[in-house]
């Protein structure tokens, strides 16, 4: 498989198998969020550190063109590290994010603090889920096992997320990068709409990470909400398989697919 993105200084190379499902010229959100994670934990600190917080704001759509990267130190500090990462596209910023770094301290804590268990099946435990049902390249890159519900079938959902996706050319994929993957997935695990009735891309991304996950697979446990006015919530438990780690937000815009029958 291919690297989906080759960075050489400022300037990201972007294979077409980024692909979403919404678009064949726009990318799917998990890269983008991924490549802003990536940069992020370049970024020399005082101390080690982790991300702790990612917010991307998907401000256009993101297209497979070659993209600019800046980054911009926000706040540094002996405790945390706040960065701002951009991507431009012919000069325009397509997506914004803040990245909230926290310093690595063993802290000693109470026996009674551990990580909430997850009550759903294993990945090896789950039923596999063929990504080859997606339109997109880079869903199809995924592999899923369901632990709960099925990939883009109504209702809440469960399930486990590995990217098996080189991301950046010549670079691991980090614990934090595979958190940002999967959470990116969380309209698609729980929607509350019918696929080929409605769209509901998420506009923005947040992730909030009490520990790093540790191994391959990351489980999305969803569910979303749809208001009345063409917004909704996507949100989501991430778990591995030690426990509940953090959790994930989406902003949903909802709209009736052209020339869809409601009958």
């Not at 020399?44 to 256009?60: F, G, H």
């Amino acid at each position: 498989m291919r690297p989906i993105f080759r960075v050489d200084g400022n300037r990201v190379t972007v294979s077409p198998d980024a692909a979403g499902p919404w678009d064949p010229t726009m990318q799917h959100g998990s890269p983008p969020a991924s490549l802003v994670v990536w940069a992020a934990e370049r970024i020399p600190a005082k101390a080690p550190m982790r991300v702790a917080r990612l917010t991307i704001d998907l401000m256009r759509p993101v297209p497979l063109s070659e993209l600019t990267l800046e980054s911009e130190l926000l706040r540094v500090g002996r405790k945390i590290q706040l960065v701002a990462i951009r991507l431009r596209a012919a000069g325009v910023v397509v997506a914004a994010a803040t990245v909230l770094k926290v310093r690595q301290d063993a802290v000693p804590l109470p026996d009674d603090i551990a990580d909430l268990p997850i009550d759903h099946p294993g990945p090896d435990a789950s039923r596999p889920e063929p990504a080859d049902f997606s339109s997109s390249p880079f869903v199809r890159g995924m592999s899923l096992r369901a632990a709960r519900g099925r990939f883009g079938v109504k209702g809440p959902g469960a399930i486990w997320y590995r990217v098996d996706w080189p991301m950046v050319d010549g670079h691991q994929v980090s614990q934090a990068m595979r958190a940002a993957i999967a959470a990116d997935f969380c309209n698609g695990t729980s929607p509350a709409l019918d696929f080929d009735l409605y769209t509901f891309l998420n506009a923005d991304l947040t992730v909030n990470m009490s520990r790093e996950p540790v191994g391959d697979w990351i489980l999305v446990d969803a569910d979303s909400w749809i208001g009345p006015d063409g917004a909704g919530l996507a949100m989501a438990r991430l778990g591995d398989t030690k426990g509940y780690f953090g959790r994930a937000v989406q902003s949903l815009v909802v709209e009736r697919r052209q020339g869809s029958d409601l009958r």
